[in-house]
């Protein structure tokens, strides 16, 4: 019986895995589109509009976002919410570490990552790319440090919601795409792992 669990469970988990790396022309050529569009939509404010701010609004964390919003769109770390609030919390998070541990980077980087996945926990924003939006806060650059929670809204806030924005129009061109995932998806996902372990 347990060992008839065990083998369902992981055909599921094979088949789940598999159904999660197939990916056709099309869905690749949206997700290319979308993470050049939202990225390059930064990197033009950033060069034309404020050309001596030393690269403020184009961070690292917005390329690790434009994985998940254009090219993994179901995933739970992808959805608005967790693109959003996952950046802004690790953001104050990161701010705050260096606000009060300033020079002590041995300290201060490990713990604003470690507070900043906390955080996002608890706040059910968690989004991977939050743990380098709070790095960056600590490690970044003297002009970063010295936004001090400005950090927060400009670049974080401002480039998600780039993001975000072109997430909306690029992810949801095909009726092949749809974001941010629906609730009913997710019932749907739960219904099915519930009924799957009570078998």
Do not use: C
Request: charged share 15%; no cysteine; net charge positive.
């Amino acid at each position: 019986m347990l060992k008839k669990r065990v083998k369902r469970t992981l055909r599921y988990t094979r088949y789940i895995y598999y159904r999660e790396t197939l990916v056709n022309r099309e869905e690749k050529f949206w997700s290319f589109l979308g993470s050049f569009i939202g990225i390059g939509l930064i990197a033009f404010w950033q060069s034309f509009l404020l050309k001596d701010s030393d690269s403020l609004f184009l961070i690292g964390s917005f390329g690790a976002s434009s994985v998940l919003v254009f090219g993994l769109i179901q995933s739970p770390l992808a959805q608005p919410r967790n693109l959003i609030g996952g950046h802004l919390v690790s953001a104050f998070v990161g701010v705050s570490v260096q606000s009060l541990l300033p020079e002590i980077i041995w300290l201060t980087a490990p713990l604003a990552v470690s507070l900043s996945i906390i955080a996002m926990q608890f706040t059910k924003t968690l989004h991977p790319p939050g743990g380098a939006t709070a790095l960056l806060a600590v490690i970044g650059s003297e002009k970063i440090k010295l936004l001090g929670y400005y950090y927060i809204l400009f670049p974080v806030l401002s480039g998600a919601l780039v993001l975000l924005l072109v997430a909306l129009i690029f992810n949801n061109i095909t009726p092949n795409r749809k974001y941010p995932v629906s609730n009913n998806y997710k019932k749907r996902l739960k219904r099915l792992f519930f009924i799957r372990q009570r078998n």
